[in-house]
């Protein structure tokens, strides 16, 4: 996958709601349990890494803003 594909991914992650990133993640997960090459099965590793920290990152953000409201 190239550099475009990377940032247009990023751009997406930044904006995507949490549901559409979780189905996503599904889909990936299935395509990855598919696929034999181990080039795009790392690439799938690679996006749902970071499919993860992002959704990780937005509960944290939402604990952290909870705190501040007590």
């Known amino acids: ?13 930044n904006v995507a709601h949490n549901d559409d990133i ?6 990936l997960l299935d395509m990855h349990r598919q696929l ?6 790392s690439d799938i590793q690679r996006i749902l890494r970071l499919m993860d920290r ?3 990152a937005r509960a944290e953000w939402a ?8």
Do not use: A, I
């Not at 979780?22 to 889909?27: D, E, M």
């Open 1 to 13: 996958m190239n550099h475009d594909f990377w940032k247009t991914f990023q751009c997406w992650l």
């Open 22 to 27: 979780q189905v996503k993640k599904r889909l």
């Open 36 to 41: 034999s090459d181990p080039g795009l099965r």
């Open 54 to 56: 992002e959704l990780l």
């Open 63 to 70: 604990m952290y803003c909870v705190m501040q409201l007590r």
